[in-house]
């Protein structure tokens, strides 16, 4: 199994910057995929930013230009650098995974989640 742990969030103001982390750790030959996702109040769960095991980013339009996603493949860790923050990035950001285990499966994994708020 694989396990994803986050860290990182918090409280900052409006305009600030925030990065988190999320290590992978336990029974798995390699990630494909590292995904970032949130999840606001009342709000279905949105995909933040993707990034392959080369290095391909991808945003979602609200976020581009603001936010960073990046990885070290060597530590299975990915990143993300929040810049500009507005009272809207307020949710709970969760890493999420695609790794390869046992017999070259392909499967997906989520982290616990890690609160980022945003004040005005």
């Known amino acids: 199994q694989v396990q994803l742990v986050e860290s990182g969030g918090g409280l900052v103001q409006a305009g600030g910057s925030l990065t988190l982390s999320c290590a992978a750790s336990?029974?798995?030959?390699?990630?494909?995929?590292m995904h970032w996702y949130r999840q606001a109040p009342g709000k279905q769960r949105e995909l933040v930013a993707t990034?392959?095991?080369?290095?391909?980013?991808n945003y979602v339009d609200s976020v581009k230009g603001r936010f960073t996603i990046s990885r070290d493949n060597a530590k299975n860790t990915e990143y993300l650098q929040m810049n500009s923050l507005k009272p809207e990035d307020t949710a709970v950001y969760l890493c999420?995974?695609?790794?390869?285990?046992?017999?070259?499966?392909?499967?997906?994994?989520w982290g616990q989640g890690t609160q980022v708020t945003v004040s005005s």
């Open positions: 999420n995974a695609d790794a390869y285990i046992n017999g070259g499966r392909l499967r997906n994994y």
């Open positions: 336990g029974s798995f030959s390699s990630i494909a995929l």
């Open positions: 990034i392959s095991s080369d290095g391909n980013r």
